[in-house]
T-cell receptor, first 114, second 113 residues
């Protein structure tokens, strides 16, 4: 089955700096890669996703890149703010019309220091 | 448009009791997924259901756990004879049948005493 590894497990940055979180996946058939933000005591919130037919996607301060050959994808947050502090999870799946399970990484605790 | 709803938000059970967790998907979503999150860990897939059908239960423990998504009403995750190791946050997610964008509910935090 699919295996997703995520690094680093913790990341501390100063407000205004950039943050980068990296994930690798094992199943070359995976074609859908979402990123979730989870605040304490809440459910994961989908913040951005990318499919294997594109290499990069951007939404304001958040961008995701995908390298299919190397089987890794990354989340980039620019101009970080204290409210970006949360646990971030990457995930992978094979998107099919009948739906499919997400395999998650272990998460990255991001702390943005004011 | 209401999001994914889960109840109860917190559930306390003693060892040996039954736990029932409910999930109502987003309007227009026909697929429901259940995930478990142990303390300080990531989310692990348990089961994927459509109305009246279990599509993939490969992540579900073979004993004591069951799930359903009836024609009417919410999806139910049932844990019989709970043990302390079942203490975790249980999240439900839903998606449409076209795309795999899964939207999560707030979770049910189960504590087994």
């Amino acid at each position: 089955g699919e295996n997703v590894e995520q690094h680093p497990s913790t990341l501390s940055v100063q407000e205004g700096d950039s943050a980068v979180i990296k994930c690798t996946y094992s199943d070359s058939a995976s074609n859908y890669f979402p990123w979730y933000k989870q605040e304490l005591g809440k459910g994961p919130q989908l913040i951005i996703d990318i499919r294997s037919n594109v290499g990069e996607k951007k939404d304001q301060r958040i961008a995701v890149t995908l390298n299919k050959t190397a089987k890794h994808f990354s989340l980039h947050i620019t101009e970080t703010q204290p409210e970006d502090s949360a646990v971030y999870f990457c995930a992978a799946s094979k998107e099919e019309t009948s739906g499919s399970r997400l395999t998650f990484g272990e998460g990255t605790q991001l702390t943005v220091n004011p | 448009n209401a999001g994914v709803m889960q109840n109860p938000r917190h559930l306390v059970r003693r060892r040996g009791q039954e736990a029932r967790l409910r999930c109502s998907p987003m309007k227009g979503h026909s697929h429901v997924y259940w995930y478990r999150q142990l303390p300080e860990e990531g989310l692990k897939f348990m089961v994927y259901l459509q109305k009246e059908n279990i599509i993939d239960e490969s992540g579900m423990p073979k004993e004591r756990f069951s799930a359903e998504f009836p024609k009417e009403g919410p999806s139910i995750l049932r844990i019989q004879q709970v043990v302390r190791g079942d203490s975790a946050a249980y999240f439900c997610a839903s998606s449409t049948y076209i795309l795999n964008e899964q939207f999560f509910g707030p979770g049910t935090r189960l504590t087994v005493l």
